[in-house]
């Protein structure tokens, strides 16, 4: 099946700092990158939806400011955190779609801790 | 916004037990698809149902989607070890967009 790998797994940072993660579908061109967040024992919030070469569309209450994310290719999806605290400390997780394939394909995630 | 509700939230069976989780749309959904996440894990894709009343079995996991298109269940016959982990449906009302439902823990006693 069709692969995404997530890089960092883990970070820790300083209240403060940015942080970048990572998202590249190895072995197929995801049209459509999808970022979620998860709480721990809750589920997958939809935080926002990004296209190849377009500008991401944020849910509601989703700061794009602090969340920016940017697709500049069809395998490459990038989130960074800026300006961090310790409330965006979450399980930060991404998901590549195929155009015309239902099925999404989910990276193994970023545990982000913000001290 | 769109809700997706999932009961029982958690669930504890002894290994061998049937377990079935149900997934409830406040609004008629185009398709509705299933995941599984692993503790510690990302979310594995299990399947996909797109018509009225439609069911589909994979081994020991029956899954059903409700004739109104707004609920749907997974069944797990005689479950092990393996079933560990929490299972999600995901949603689209037309969209390219997935919402997921609150999801059912599932703990299997050996």
């Known amino acids: 099946g069709a692969v995404v790998s997530q890089h960092p797994s883990r970070v820790i940072c300083k209240s403060g700092t940015s942080v970048k993660i990572e998202c590249r579908s190895l072995d197929f061109q995801a049209t459509t990158m999808f970022w979620y967040r998860q709480f721990p024992k809750k589920s997958l919030m939809l935080m926002a939806t990004s296209n190849e070469g377009s500008k991401a569309t944020y849910e509601q209450g989703v700061e794009k400011d602090k969340f920016l994310i940017n697709h500049a290719s069809l395998t490459l999806s990038t989130l960074t955190v800026t300006s961090a605290h310790p409330e965006d400390s979450s399980f930060y997780i991404c998901s590549g779609g195929i155009a015309g394939n239902e099925k999404l394909f989910f990276g193994s995630g970023t545990q982000l801790s913000v001290l | 916004g769109q809700q997706v509700m999932q009961i029982p939230q958690y669930q504890h069976v002894q290994e061998g037990e049937d377990f079935t989780t149900y997934c409830n749309s406040s609004t008629t959904l185009s398709n509705i698809q299933w995941y599984k996440q692993r503790p510690g894990g990302h979310p594995v894709f299990l399947i996909q149902?797109?018509?009225?009343?439609e069911v589909k079995k994979q081994k020991r996991l029956t899954f059903q989607f409700g004739e109104a298109k707004k609920n749907s269940s997974l069944h797990i016959t005689a479950t092990q070890t393996t079933d560990v982990g929490t299972y999600f449906c995901a949603v689209t009302s037309g969209t390219y967009k997935y919402i997921f439902g609150t999801g059912t823990r599932l703990k299997v006693l050996a």
């Open positions: 149902l797109v018509k009225s009343g």
